[in-house]
């Protein structure tokens, strides 16, 4: 049975994701660690800390993930926003390190690019931009208390984004030097929606052989398990009910009983409320053939 769960809410306080995540029957759990839309955030260390720490460890809970905000661009060639977007990194990187959080998820950004060349740019200024992050991380009191790894999103082959393939991703994680470990997160539904078609084998196929091709599979730490609105090649970022979107049902089970990545945390971050997460946790488990 895979390690599965989904994004909770901290409103309250990061305690109550705790709670949340036991309501709806995770085993493993993603969080924001401040606001995803806004740049404003709250400090690096609250009163409830030690409380999620207590509380997922009485629990059993995890690995637990946590994941940058969205206005985050790692690519820009603006230098006050990829200042803003290093910074926003590293305060995530604190919070987990204090919050005991396994993983930090990141998306990677985006700019215009026309050329390859333009392309490998942009993908090495990530890259150097993670490594950043890392030895800014690596000065500060947290990293003495825990060293989350990093974790890279492919994003869903958008144009200018930087990570729509097993190719692109692992480029940047090969040229990454920081001390903190990184790795991937790979969401099927943007890689569905980048052109791999996970709904047939031969796109499942594909997937896997370039990521084994590439960096190897055990690169990918956490799974973001998301159905897809939109067709593969639509290049849509349009999140799913689980086995209700183009993957369906079959070609999720299928990933769901790979060797692999059956191992790993499997984390939705499919749309609705409580009844609507715990409906998506059962049609993942119930994809599980050996539950
Ligand atoms: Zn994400
Ligand atoms: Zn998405």
């Not at 931009?129 to 030895?135: D, E, I, K, P």
């Not at 998301?226 to 009910?241: P, T, V």
Request: proline share 3%; net charge negative; with cysteine.
């Amino acid at each position: 049975m895979i390690c599965a769960g989904v994004h909770v809410s901290v409103a309250g306080g990061v305690a109550g994701a705790i709670d949340r995540a036991l309501e709806r029957g995770c085993c493993s759990f993603q969080v924001f660690t401040s606001s995803p839309r806004a740049w404003k955030r709250g400090e690096v260390e609250t009163p409830d800390d030690e409380l999620f720490v207590a509380g997922r460890e009485k629990h059993g809970l995890g690995p637990v993930v946590a994941h940058t905000i969205y206005l985050m661009n790692l690519a820009t060639i603006d230098a006050e926003l990829l200042e803003k977007s290093i910074d926003a990194l590293v305060f995530c990187l604190r919070r987990a390190a204090r919050l005991k959080i396994d993983y930090v998820v990141t998306h990677l950004g985006h700019r215009k690019v026309e050329t390859e060349e333009e392309r490998v740019l942009s993908r090495t200024q990530v890259a150097a931009s993670l490594t950043a992050a890392s030895n800014l991380f690596m000065a500060t009191p947290e990293a003495s208390i825990s060293t989350p790894t990093i974790l890279l999103e492919n994003d869903s082959g958008h144009a200018g984004g930087t990570g729509g393939t097993p190719q692109a991703v692992a480029h940047m994680a090969k040229l990454y030097t920081g001390e903190l470990p990184i790795g991937i997160c790979l969401d099927t539904c943007h890689i569905h929606a980048a052109g791999y078609d996970l709904s047939t084998d031969a796109g499942r196929e594909r997937l896997i052989g370039e990521f084994e091709d590439e960096i190897g599979l055990s690169a990918i730490k956490v799974i973001h398990c998301n159905d897809s609105k939109g067709e593969s090649g639509s290049h849509l970022d349009r999140h799913e009910h689980i086995g209700r979107g183009t993957i369906g049902s079959d070609g999720i089970g299928k990933l769901a009983n790979h060797p692999y990545l059956s191992t790993i945390p499997w984390i939705l971050e499919t749309p609705g409320e409580l009844s609507d997460d715990k409906r998506n946790l059962e049609a993942v488990r119930s994809l599980c053939k050996n539950q």
